[in-house]
């Protein structure tokens, strides 16, 4: 069971927009700015699309976006294209005795 | 170009031993806290482990504690992990990462690419 929960799997059109929530606890998520997320294309190593809760770096495109509000972050992904169908994973700093925390992963389908 | 590579992934029996390494790339190495995080197979992202720069802070998941060694040598621009007394839920793709504030602050990029570790009769 992972710290963080994520929904398994989601779903849009392409040109909709989509939200993946990452609910966390007042240890990590809501403790700290420091919720990242991450996008895996099968096979691949993972890929840093948002930081900082809300920081997207460098060649990230614009339609990506993070927010949070107390101990739940959330992804939302608009205009939504093909190449986004891949896995989404949001991640949190949770202090020095725990460090790191993962949730357990969304599988983004493009209808 | 920033660049992280693994090597020394493969099958080892249970109760063994095995040692992964990164070779890191592009970047002054010895400035920037880095950090191993695994994946079953089939499974999510699970981190092990973190040294900051300077190898002064540590930190391991304690589902590793106690069997898995951190370390780097900054002269080599190298990061490893030694894995002992591996069980078969070590089983995993295992990726070097690299924490891009020059502090400790839990996110990861760039990744490697990954090695993988079998620990299997």
């Known amino acids: 069971q992972s710290a963080l929960t994520q929904p398994a799997s989601v779903s849009g059109s392409p040109g909709q927009s989509i939200t993946i929530s990452c609910i966390g606890g007042?240890?990590?998520?809501?403790?700290?700015?420091?919720v990242s997320w991450y996008q895996q294309y099968p096979g691949k190593a993972p890929k840093l699309m948002i930081y900082?809760?809300?920081k997207r770096p460098s060649g990230t495109s614009n339609r990506f976006s993070g927010s949070k509000s107390g101990n739940t972050a959330s992804l939302t992904i608009s205009g939504l294209q093909a190449e986004d169908e891949a896995d989404y994973y949001c991640?949190?700093?949770?202090?020095?005795?725990?460090?790191?925390?993962f949730g357990g992963g969304t599988k983004l389908t493009v209808l | 170009e920033v660049q992280l590579v693994e090597s020394g992934g493969g099958l080892v029996k249970p109760g063994g031993s095995l040692r992964v390494s990164c070779a890191a790339s592009?970047?002054?190495?010895?400035?920037?806290?880095m950090n191993w995080v695994r994946q079953a197979p089939g499974k999510g992202l699970e981190w092990v482990s973190s040294?900051?720069?300077?190898?002064?802070?540590?930190y391991y998941a304690d589902s590793v504690k106690g069997r898995f060694t951190i370390s780097r040598d900054n002269a080599k621009n190298s990061l490893y992990l030694q894995m002992n007394s591996l069980r078969p839920e070590d089983t995993a793709v295992y990726y070097c990462?690299?924490?891009?504030?020059?502090?400790?602050?839990?996110?990861?990029?760039?990744w490697g690419q990954g090695s993988l570790v079998t620990v299997s009769s």
């Open positions: 990462a690299r924490d891009p504030t020059g502090g400790t602050t839990g996110y990861f990029d760039p």
């Open positions: 991640c949190s700093y949770a202090g020095s005795r725990t460090f790191v925390v």
């Open positions: 592009g970047f002054t190495f010895s400035t920037y806290t």
């Open positions: 900082e809760d809300t």
């Open positions: 007042s240890s990590d998520v809501g403790s700290y700015n420091l």
């Open positions: 040294i900051s720069g300077s190898s002064r802070y540590i």
